[in-house]
């Protein structure tokens, strides 16, 4: 889970430790975030270059962004997957344009991380951004499909209601910012607003339809979503910044190993957003470790 405002992070002042060579006789200092859908990538990530003969050295569910950033960028850990949309505060870029577009954000990342040491591989096409999501139900029915959809069906004034955080419905960068870009207004009466920022209270509340609760806050790739019966609305607009998941590796370290690029590459290449929600449900709603699932998603891959 990603909080709606991520911390601040310097960049400034990168150790001289994290441009050190690296040797191909050293394992790979593989680290994620202290999240579920952190160590599902870190063990899909652990696990490709395991099974193609690259030594690891497991160092997943680190902390939070500032922590794992900082021990990549000091030469402690050498790999841990990131999301693109981070850039905005890792340069303090936070009013640009770029990050509401996959292909910018990406480059603007891996451009300017490149200039320190730091290699962006391929981003994975599923966005793990904030979203609003409904019932399937009520999206098969009324085939609603995006924001867009969204705004039709409540013109006509299709049933709706929206549990969310106080953060999401007061923040100019969320609810209002969808709000203006897609032309609906949600009443008092539309909104069932929960303490706290907790993407599970909210499907939850969906799910079990609380007070009429229709559709929730979530992120993109929640696990919750599919085992909930929610589908994200796409944000058609690029109202929100996208949060691509990308393996970021030191550039000794891929100058030792070459093949971390298209190892990677082709496993991150099939994480689209409904694959990713799968893979986090099963670690977060059906109780399997995060070893075991990206084992059992590179063997689907195999064969």
């Not at 200039?115 to 009324?142: F, K, Y």
């Not at 893979?279 to 891959?301: C, F, I, K, R, W």
């Amino acid at each position: 889970m990603r909080l709606l405002l991520k911390p601040l992070i310097g960049v400034c002042a990168v150790s001289v430790v994290a441009f050190s060579q690296a040797s191909a006789n050293d394992p790979v200092v593989v680290s994620s975030k202290i999240d579920t859908e952190g160590s599902v990538l870190g063990e899909l990530i652990i696990q490709t270059l395991e099974r193609h003969n690259i030594a690891t050295e497991n160092r997943l569910q680190l902390g939070g962004t500032s922590v794992v950033r900082s021990a990549l960028q000091a030469g402690e850990i050498d790999l841990y997957p990131e999301y693109t949309g981070n850039g905005a505060f890792f340069f303090d870029m936070t009013d640009s344009p770029v990050w509401n577009n996959a292909n910018e954000a990406y480059e603007t990342v891996r451009e300017r991380d490149a200039e320190q040491g730091l290699i962006w591989l391929q981003p994975a096409s599923a966005n793990n951004t904030w979203a609003m999501s409904i019932r399937e139900d009520v999206a098969t029915e009324h085939e609603l499909v995006s924001l867009d959809d969204l705004a039709v069906y409540l013109a006509e004034g299709g049933e709706f209601k929206f549990a969310a955080s106080a953060e999401f419905v007061e923040s100019a960068q969320a609810l209002p910012a969808f709000q203006d870009a897609y032309g609906f207004t949600l009443s008092d009466d539309q909104l069932l607003v929960l303490s706290g920022g907790n993407t599970a209270a909210t499907m939850r509340a969906a799910a079990q339809q609380t007070s009429g609760v229709n559709a929730a806050m979530t992120y993109g790739t929640d696990g919750g979503l599919s085992a909930l019966g929610l589908v994200v609305l796409e944000d058609s607009r690029g109202v929100q910044p996208v949060y691509q998941p990308a393996p970021v590796v030191r550039e000794s370290v891929l100058e030792a190993y070459p093949d971390i690029e298209t190892l990677l590459n082709e496993v991150f290449a099939t994480l689209d957003l409904v694959t990713l929600q799968r893979l986090n449900a099963d670690v977060a709603v059906n109780g399997l470790s995060p070893t075991q699932v990206a084992s059992d998603y590179l063997e689907h891959l195999d064969n």
